[in-house]
């Protein structure tokens, strides 16, 4: 268990890191899909910072701390780096920072957060139980 909450614990900073160094290359840098590349990648906003999101939960739940304050800043958070990415490539050559990636970004989170909200906080769904698991293993 040890191990699990170590890796859930750097996971977000990790990726954090990874956004960070992708939006610093020109949008082409690492791949380009042979169809519909610019369709794939835009809808990437959606995931991108929901993924963000749920691994900010993950770390709160690792340590046995996920309240629905942790939750709700857990989403800010992952928010407010869609924002500080969109200003980071308006600084690099060949991106650009819009309005509409910031949305995109938000919907992804916000979409994560109701299934998380709806699944831990008010129904003890799967999704509940998941973390129900993982918050009863950290606090052993």
Known sequence: MKLVRWALTIAPFLYMGLIWLLSSKPSDAYIRFSFADSMIKE?????????????????????GK?????????????????????????????????????????????????????GYFLQKNWVGRLLDKLQMKAKK
């Open 66 to 118: 996920l309240t629905n304050r942790a939750n709700v800043f857990s989403a800010i958070v992952a928010c407010l780096y869609g924002l500080t990415d969109e200003i980071h490539q308006s600084f690099v050559p060949y991106r650009s920072a819009t309005v509409i990636d910031l949305v995109k970004d938000v919907i992804g989170v916000t979409v994560c957060y109701i299934i998380i909200y709806r």
């Open 43 to 63: 809808s990437l906003h959606l995931v991108e910072f929901a993924i963000l999101y749920v691994l900010l939960v993950l770390f709160f739940a690792a340590h």
